[in-house]
T-cell receptor
Framework: SQKIEQNSEALNIQEGKTATLTCNYT??????LQWYRQDPGRGPVFLLL?????KEKRKERLKVTFDTTLKQSLFHITASQPADSATYLC????????????FGTGTRLQVFP | DSGVTQTPKHLITATGQRVTLRCSPR?????VYWYQQSLDQGLQFLIQ???????AKGNILERFSAQQFPDLHSELNLSSLELGDSALYFC???????????FGPGTRLTVL
């Protein structure tokens, strides 16, 4: 069956450290993968997009990698801050249906001072 | 502020009723997407419209329908409501294709 898996357990890290979140997928052929941030009761906010032929993308303190062999994307936040505390969602769209985004269930990140 | 607006913010209704959720996309965006988010299911894609035409469909129930109007705003109609339809409903918009989506603040639907 098709699955997008993110750590359901919350990730707790200390301020200043690098947070690494994982997104694994099964039985999908993604054209591209996106990462979103969601705060409680609010809509997701787009962070980064990476295409299937790209290995890595960066934006300020954020970095995403995409390994189609491992069927995995990693999302890194360097020099994390308490304001980075939120739920992070990965989403993919497939080669034959690029408009439809399929979301993982998200990982909750808590950065403590 | 994403530029996407949704009304109403909250909706409380009874089982068997029908409701309409409204979404106005960002200026210039032709695509509108509808999602349902419940605690046990995560964010589920329902349907997408592009410039007035249905473009993609997810696991949308037959009791649910949507449309996009010439001014590009969209409405999601939910009928014969059940307790399990209680959820946050998000609308998102984009220019279309391989681009990021901009989400509205959501409508929280409670079915009693």
């Amino acid at each position: 069956s098709q699955k997008i898996e993110q750590n359901s357990e919350a990730l707790n890290i200390q301020e200043g450290k690098t947070a690494t979140l994982t997104c694994n997928y099964t039985n999908y052929s993604p054209a591209y993968l996106q990462w979103y941030r969601q705060d409680p009761g609010r809509g997701p906010v787009f962070l980064l997009l990476i295409r299937e032929n790209e290995k890595e993308k960066r934006k300020e303190r954020l970095k995403v990698t995409f390994d189609t062999t491992l069927k995995q994307s990693l999302f890194h936040i360097t020099a994390s801050q308490p304001a980075d505390s939120a739920t992070y969602l990965c989403a993919l769209s497939q080669m034959y249906n690029t408009d439809k985004l399929i979301f993982g269930t998200g990982t909750r990140l808590q950065v403590f001072p | 502020d994403s530029g996407v607006t949704q009304t109403p913010k909250h909706l409380i209704t009874a089982t068997g009723q029908r409701v309409t959720l409204r979404c106005s996309p960002r200026s210039g965006d032709l695509s509108v997407y509808w999602y349902q988010q419940s605690l046990d299911q995560g964010l589920q894609f329902l349907i997408q419209y592009y410039n007035g035409e249905e473009r993609a469909k997810g696991n949308i129930l037959e009791r649910f329908s949507a449309q996009q109007f010439p001014d590009l705003h969209s409405e999601l109609n939910l009928s014969s409501l059940e307790l399990g339809d209680s959820a946050l409903y998000f609308c998102a918009s984009s220019v279309g294709g391989l681009n990021e989506q901009f989400f509205g603040p959501g409508t929280r639907l409670t079915v009693l």
